[in-house]
C-alpha cells in the first residue's frame, strides 16, 4: 500500500499528540502507560476537538437568539461514548492508525472503556438516542440529569441466580466529563412557609444541599453540532465542621457531607417498591429545581425578561420524575418573580411537555401526601392551588361529574391521600405524548381517560425511535458497508434512505453477502459466549433472541416454556428435521422482584439441563448471558436471526429492542403490541411473525373471566411443559422452586401466557419452516432493513421539535 506523505504526517502528528497527553496529562510515558492510560490519553486528545466544536455550537445558538430544548430525565443509559464520538467525527480510522503508531489497539481501548449505565432500561436508552440525534439535527439542546456515582448494578451470575454487585464506571475518573463549579444552586428541603405582611411568602428550608453542575458533551453526527448533557451531584455546603472534627468527633464533622453525598450516589431501580422512598423524592427534587433553577437563569442572562421563557424555552419531562418541576417553575416565578398565579400558570403550561412511558399501575408515580409536605411544604400550597384551578376547570364542563373530578384531582382521595404525579405533570404541560400508537389511544381510554375528557387536543402521539448511529453503524460496520456498496452514503445521514436496499431483497448475489455479514457477527457473538461462559454455540444455528429487562410483563417465561416444550418435542421425535436453535436471553430483574429473579434462575436451570443432555444433539441450546448492558447489546443484536417481543398486548408501551434487531436485520416474533405494530405496518405481515391476543382481545378475555386452568389442561404441550418445571424436573436440587411460579399460572395468569401458548408455539413453527427456505429467509431480513429507516429516532426528534417544542 502506498503512504500518502501528508496523511503520514498528520498521523503522526495525532499520534505525538496522544502520547503528550500521556505525559503531561496522565503523568505516564509509553512504557509505564497500562491500557486504560492509554485509553484516558486518547479520550482527552479526541476531546481538544470536540470542545472546539462544542464552543461554537453554543456561541451560534447564543447568537441566533435560538429557542433551546431542555430534556429533563433522572435516567441516561449512554453506554461508552469513544466510538461514539471517533465515528460521529469521522476520525475511526486516522485514530485508529496513529494509536497503531503506538502499538496499540483503538478497538482494544473501546472495549476498556466503562459503560456509563445511569438508567435502568428503555426510557433512560431512548433519552441517549434523543440527546445524539438533537445533536445531529444541530438542535440547541441541553439533557439534565443526575450523575449517579453508582448506575445501574453489575449483575453475576452465581449457581444460575442473579447478584446484584456495585458498578463503579467512575474507578478510574471520567475523562468526559468537566465539573462546573460556577453553576452551582441552592437546594432546600423541609423547614416551614412564612407568610410576610406584604402577602409574599417566604419559604425557610430546614435543610439545604448545593447542586453543582457536570458537563459531558454529545457529539452529532459529523460533528457539526455538539450538545451539553448536563448532570448534578451533591455538595454540601459546608463539607467539614471543623470545631466537630478538633474536638475530635470525626464522623460527624463530615455527617453533612456523606448526607449531601448520598443524595446522587446511587440510581433507583425500577419495578422497586422497596424503601428509599424519601431518597427517591429527595432526588426527583434536587435534580428538577437545579434544572429549573439553570434554564431559569440562563433565560434571563440571555434574554432579560423571564415573559418570554415560553418562546426560548421547551421543558420536556422525561416521564414523571422531573413532574415536581412544575411547581418549582410556579413557586420561582411566584415566589422570586413576584407572578400571579394565573400569570404564572400561563407561562409554566406554555413552557411543558411531558412524555408518558408506561400505563403500568405499579409504575404510575404517587407521593404519600404527609412526606411530600413535609419535605416541600411550599410546593404543597402550590400543588393545592393548582388542583384547585384545575377542579374548578373541570367542574365547567358537561359530563365531568364526581367520579371524574375524583380522578383529575392531583390528590388521590381513595386511601392513604397521595400527590399524583402523573396528574400534575399532564395539568402542568401543553403537550402530553405517548411512545406509540397503540400505547397513545390507551392513554386516552385508561389511565388520562377523564383529563383527555376535559383537555382533547393535549394527548397526542410521538413513536419512538433509535439512534442508526449507534444501532446500525457503529455496532454492525460488516453491514454498514455492504449497504454503502450496494445503496451509497445517502443512509447515513438520512435513515429512510434505507429504502434503496429493498430492490436488493430479490439479489441472489447480494443475499449471499448479506447472510456472510451476519454469519461472521454470529461468529464472533459464539467465541465471545465460548470466552465468557465457556460455551460452545454454533454459527450456523438460528440465533433467538430476548434481551431486556426482565419483567412479567414481557413474558420471558413464555419463551422458556416454549423452550422446553420444543426440548420435549425433538427428544419424542428425533426423527424430525428440526431446525437447530440457540435460544439467548439477557437482562436484569430489580433486586426486590421476586419473580423476575426466579424466571432468571429458571433460563439458567434450563439452560444447564438442556445443554448438557445428548440426546438433543446440539439442535437446542440455552444461554443466559450476565450483566446485560448497552455495551452487550451492541454486540448481541447484530448477531440476532429472530427478535422476541412477546410481551402481553397493551403493556409495552413500546419497546425499542424491537426497532434495533429489525434495523440489523434479525426478524421480529411478536404480539401486536408497542411499537411491534407499526413496524408490521412497514415492513408488511410477510415480513414479521404476528401471534396472540390484540390489546383488546386482552381486554374482553380479563373482563369476561379469564381461566388460564382449563387454556393449560387443552393444550398439551403446554401442560406438560408447565408440569414439568413445576415438579422440579430442571431444578433437581430442589423440586418445589418452581412449584409456585407455576401454580401462579394456574391461579391467575394476569398476563396471559397460558392464552399465547399455542398460538406462540405455531409462529415458532412458522420461523422453522422460513428459516429452511434460505432464500426467503434472507430476503425477508434484507425487506426488514429496507423498511425501518422511518424508527430512527432523527425522525422522532424532528416531530417532537415540529409539534411539541415548535423549534424547527
Ligand atoms: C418506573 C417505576 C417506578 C417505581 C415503581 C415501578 C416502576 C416501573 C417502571 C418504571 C419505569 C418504566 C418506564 C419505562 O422504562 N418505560 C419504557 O419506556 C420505553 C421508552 O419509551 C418504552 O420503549 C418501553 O416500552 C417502556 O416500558
Known amino acids: 500500500m502506498t503512504v500518502n506523505p501528508a496523511l503520514q504526517r498528520s498521523l503522526q502528528t495525532l499520534a505525538d499528540s496522544i502520547l503528550d497527553t500521556l505525559v503531561h496529562r496522565i503523568g505516564k510515558d509509553a512504557q509505564a502507560a497500562l491500557p486504560h492510560d492509554w485509553l484516558a490519553a486518547t479520550i482527552l486528545t479526541v476531546r481538544n476537538d470536540i470542545v472546539e466544536r462544542w464552543m461554537a455550537s453554543t456561541k451560534a ?253 421547551a421543558i420536556q419531562l422525561n416521564d414523571t420524575h422531573p413532574a415536581v418541576s412544575v411547581a418549582e417553575l410556579m413557586r420561582l416565578l411566584i415566589d422570586h418573580h413576584e407572578f400571579a398565579f394565573d400569570e404564572a400558570w400561563k407561562i409554566t403550561r406554555a413552557t411543558f411537555g411531558y412524555t408518558n412511558h408506561t400505563l403500568l399501575p405499579e409504575a404510575l408515580e404517587s407521593w404519600p401526601l404527609p412526606l411530600f409536605e413535609r419535605l416541600l411544604p411550599r410546593h404543597m400550597q402550590i400543588v393545592y392551588a393548582i388542583n384547585a384551578r384545575l377542579l374548578r376547570e373541570a367542574r365547567g364542563v358537561t359530563g365531568i361529574d364526581d367520579r371524574a373530578i375524583a380522578a383529575i384531582s392531583l390528590i388521590d382521595e381513595g386511601g392513604e391521600r397521595r400527590v399524583r404525579m402523573a396528574n400534575l405533570a399532564f395539568a402542568g404541560s401543553h403537550s402530553v405524548n405517548g411512545v406509540a400508537a397503540l400505547h397513545t389511544q390507551l392513554m386516552k381510554k385508561t389511565v388520562f381517560a377523564d383529563l383527555h375528557r376535559l383537555y382533547p387536543t393535549r394527548i397526542n402521539n410521538k413513536t419512538n425511535g433509535i439512534t442508526p448511529r449507534r444501532w446500525l453503524q457503529q455496532c454492525n460496520p460488516g453491514l454498514t458497508t455492504l449497504i454503502r456498496d450496494a445503496i451509497g452514503d445517502g443512509f447515513l445521514d438520512d435513515a429512510e434512505r434505507l429504502i434503496d436496499l429493498d430492490v ?147 403493556l409495552e408501551a413500546s419497546g425499542t429492542g424491537n426497532m434495533k434487531f429489525a434495523m440489523n436485520g434479525a426478524l421480529t416474533i411478536g404480539t401486536l403490541d408497542g411499537a411491534n405494530i407499526e413496524i408490521k405496518d412497514r415492513v408488511g405481515d410477510d415480513n414479521i411473525f404476528i401471534f396472540g391476543m390484540t390489546a383488546d382481545e386482552v381486554e374482553v378475555k380479563r373482563a369476561s373471566g379469564y381461566d388460564p386452568r382449563s387454556v393449560i389442561d387443552g393444550s398439551n404441550e403446554l401442560c406438560q411443559a408447565v408440569s414439568a418445571i413445576a415438579s422440579g424436573v430442571f431444578s433437581p436440587d430442589d423440586r418445589q422452586r418452581y412449584a409456585g411460579l407455576m401454580g401462579g399460572l394456574y391461579e391467575g395468569d394476569w398476563f396471559m401466557l397460558a392464552a399465547d401458548f399455542d398460538s406462540y408455539a405455531t409462529a415458532q413453527r412458522s420461523v422453522d419452516t422460513r428459516w429452511n427456505d434460505r432464500d426467503a429467509w434472507v430476503a425477508s431480513t434484507v425487506r426488514n432493513v429496507a423498511r425501518v429507516g422511518w424508527f430512527s429516532s432523527d425522525r422522532t426528534i424532528r416531530e417532537y421539535a415540529r409539534d411539541i417544542w415548535t423549534v424547527m
Open 61 to 313: 445558538a447564543h447568537a441566533a437568539g435560538a429557542k433551546r430544548v431542555y430534556y429533563l430525565s433522572l435516567e441516561f443509559l449512554i453506554g461508552r461514548l469513544l466510538r461514539d464520538a471517533v465515528t460521529n467525527l469521522q476520525r475511526s480510522g486516522e485514530v485508529s492508525r496513529a494509536l497503531a503508531l503506538h502499538g496499540v489497539d483503538l478497538a482494544a481501548l473501546e472495549e476498556i472503556e466503562p459503560d456509563a449505565a445511569l438508567g435502568n432500561g428503555g426510557l433512560g436508552r431512548l433519552a441517549a438516542c434523543f440527546m445524539e440525534s438533537m445533536a445531529s439535527l444541530a438542535l440547541p439542546a441541553y439533557g439534565y440529569g443526575i450523575r449517579y456515582v453508582n448506575g445501574m448494578f453489575r449483575q453475576r451470575i452465581d449457581d444460575g441466580w442473579q447478584v446484584e454487585m456495585p458498578e463503579s464506571w467512575l474507578a478510574h475518573g471520567n475523562p468526559w466529563e468537566f465539573e462546573r463549579r460556577e453553576s452551582a444552586y441552592f437546594i432546600g428541603f423541609g423547614g416551614e412557609v412564612i407568610a410576610t405582611d406584604s402577602g409574599q411568602v417566604h419559604w425557610s428550608p430546614a435543610e439545604a444541599v448545593e447542586a453543582m453542575a457536570v458537563d459531558t458533551p454529545v457529539v452529532g453526527w459529523r460533528g457539526e453540532h455538539v450538545n451539553t448533557l448536563r448532570l448534578w451531584t451533591a455538595r454540601a455546603f459546608d463539607p467539614i465542621k471543623l470545631d466537630r472534627f478538633n474536638a475530635g468527633d470525626f464522623s460527624g464533622a463530615l455527617a453533612d457531607q456523606l448526607r449531601a453525598e448520598t443524595l446522587t450516589r446511587v440510581l433507583y431501580p425500577n419495578d422497586s417498591t422497596a424503601a428509599g422512598q424519601e431518597l427517591r423524592l429527595r432526588q426527583e427534587y434536587f435534580f428538577s429545581s437545579a434544572s429549573i433553577q439553570d434554564i431559569v437563569r440562563r433565560h434571563i442572562q440571555y434574554f432579560g425578561d423571564i415573559r418570554t421563557l415560553p418562546d426560548k424555552a
Open 504 to 650: 436488493f431483497a430479490d439479489d441472489s448475489a447480494f443475499r449471499e453477502r448479506f447472510w456472510a455479514v451476519k454469519r461472521s457477527n454470529k461468529v464472533a457473538l459464539a467465541n465471545h459466549i465460548k470466552d465468557s461462559m465457556g460455551l460452545r454455540i454454533d454459527p450456523d444455528a438460528l440465533f433467538d433472541v430476548q434481551i431486556k429487562r426482565i419483567h412479567e410483563y414481557k413474558r420471558q417465561l413464555l419463551n422458556i416454556i416454549e423452550t422446553v416444550a420444543l426440548y420435549d418435542q425433538i427428544r419424542s421425535h428425533p426423527e424430525r428435521d428440526w431446525t437447530p436453535r440457540v435460544k439467548l436471553f439477557a437482562g436484569k430483574a430489580a433486586s426486590s422482584y421476586h419473580n423476575a429473579k426466579l424466571v432468571i434462575k429458571l433460563a439458567n436451570d434450563v439452560a444447564r439441563r438442556i445443554n448438557s443432555d445428548p440426546s438433543v444433539g446440539g439442535l437446542l441450546k440455552v444461554a443466559f448471558l450476565p450483566n446485560y448492558n448497552v455495551s452487550l447489546a451492541e454486540q448481541i443484536i447484530p448477531a440476532a436471526d429472530l427478535s422476541e417481543q412477546i410481551s402481553t398486548a397493551g
